[in-house]
C-alpha cells in the first residue's frame, strides 16, 4: 500500500508564507523523486517544484525565488515553502512521487489527495 498525505494548505494573505507538507508511506521514500503540483479553477494541473531522490530542484519559472522545495527522508516527507504568495497561486496542491528507474514502469507514480490554498486578503 502506498499513500501520500498533504497537511500544511490554508487560507492565507497576500505577501504571506505557508509551508505545505507531504508525508509518503509503503514506499522507500529515499528512492522517489516527489513533486509538487496545483491545479487551479478551470485551469490544467502543472509542475510547481520537484525533487529527485538525489536531491536536484527543478520549479516553475512563476515561484522561482519565492518556493523553495526540500525533503526529509529519514521523516518521509516532502516540503514546499512557500514565500511572497499572490492571489494566483491559489489552487489545491498535489503531491507526487515517482519511482526512479532506467526504465519506468506505470505503476511507479503515486498522488496524495490535495490540500487547497487560497491567498486572498
Known amino acids: 500500500q502506498v499513500q501520500l498525505v498533504e497537511s500544511g494548505g490554508g487560507l492565507v494573505q497576500p505577501g504571506g508564507s505557508l509551508r505545505l507538507s507531504c508525508t509518503a508511506s509503503?514506499?522507500?521514500?529515499?528512492?522517489?523523486?516527489m513533486g509538487w503540483y496545483r491545479q487551479a479553477p478551470g485551469k490544467q494541473r502543472e509542475l510547481v517544484a520537484d525533487i529527485r531522490a538525489g536531491g536536484n530542484t527543478n520549479y516553475v519559472d512563476s515561484v522561482k525565488g519565492r518556493f523553495t522545495i526540500s525533503r526529509d527522508n529519514r521523516k518521509n516527507t516532502v516540503y514546499l515553502q512557500m514565500n511572497s504568495l499572490k492571489p494566483e497561486d491559489t489552487a489545491v496542491y498535489y503531491c507526487?512521487?515517482?519511482?526512479?528507474?532506467?526504465?519506468?514502469?506505470?505503476?511507479?507514480?503515486?498522488w496524495g489527495q490535495g490540500t487547497q490554498v487560497t491567498v486572498s486578503s
Open positions: 509503503g514506499i522507500i521514500f529515499s528512492f522517489y523523486a
Open positions: 507526487k512521487a515517482e519511482r526512479e528507474r532506467l526504465v519506468r514502469r506505470p505503476d511507479d507514480f503515486c
